[in-house]
């Protein structure tokens, strides 16, 4: 069974924190994972995507993955209230060729000001 | 704009009706997916496309459900005798291969009453 686990929350932090989103895969041998931002009544926004155990950068963002414990996570440092949605870990299990993803439920954010 | 379409972005109808959903591509990319998130849940992957071929359908996908790509550009996703468990956001993302990102179109938000 090929599963994405996410805390669903609400997660709460307080504006200018920095919020760790989590989430934990079943298959050891998958190979990219992808974090997307939702809001209510929109579609999924890709923020960014990971291969390589260790962190990724992109602006505000951090990923990172750890193969060995198969989790990867999502920093978003000085959050804003615009942060505030809905938070999806998708996993490319294999085989990867198709590129289907297996998202997680999401984890929703809340930045207070 | 030249991201991902779909048409319509609202459908309404009646059990028993059928429903055609139609998703606009990037226009260079070659792979096409369809999804279906309800209320509270990461999106389901339903079936996969590259170029005109439809190369992965998800057991979620039951004998009512069809999908084309005719000339691997556009596609289309038929929903015969509509249910009330068919209420759902359908959305629609597209990538190329050996290119990881997958891109999601507005989605098509569909009532069964």
């Known amino acids: 069974q090929k599963e994405v686990e996410q805390n669903s929350g609400p997660l709460s932090v307080p504006e200018g924190a920095i919020a760790s989103l989590n989430c934990t895969y079943s298959d050891r041998g998958s190979q990219s994972f992808f974090w997307y931002r939702q809001y209510s009544g929109k579609s999924p926004e890709l923020i960014m995507f990971?291969?390589?155990?260790g962190d990724k950068e992109d602006g505000r963002f951090t990923a990172q993955l750890n193969k060995a414990s198969q989790y990867v996570s999502l920093l978003i440092r000085d959050s804003q209230p615009s942060d505030s949605a809905t938070y999806l870990c998708a996993v490319n299990f294999p085989p990867s060729n198709t590129g289907k993803l297996i998202f997680g439920q999401g984890t929703t954010l809340q930045v207070k000001p | 704009d030249t991201g991902v379409s779909q048409d319509p972005r609202h459908k309404i109808t009646k059990r028993g009706q059928n429903v055609t959903f139609r998703c606009d591509p990037i226009?260079?990319?070659?792979?096409l997916y369809w999804y279906r998130q309800t209320l509270g849940q990461g999106p389901e992957f339903l079936t996969y496309?590259?170029?005109?071929?439809?190369?992965?359908k998800s057991r979620l996908l039951s004998d009512r459900f069809s999908a084309e790509r005719p000339k691997g550009s556009f596609s289309t996703l038929e929903i015969q005798r509509t249910e009330q468990g068919d209420s759902a956001m359908y959305l629609c993302?597209?990538?190329?291969?050996?290119?990881?990102?997958?891109?999601f179109g507005p989605g098509t938000r569909l009532t069964v009453l």
């Open positions: 226009s260079e990319h070659n792979r």
């Open positions: 993302a597209s990538s190329s291969t050996g290119i990881p990102e997958q891109f």
């Open positions: 990971i291969y390589s155990n």
């Open positions: 496309f590259q170029n005109e071929a439809q190369l992965e």
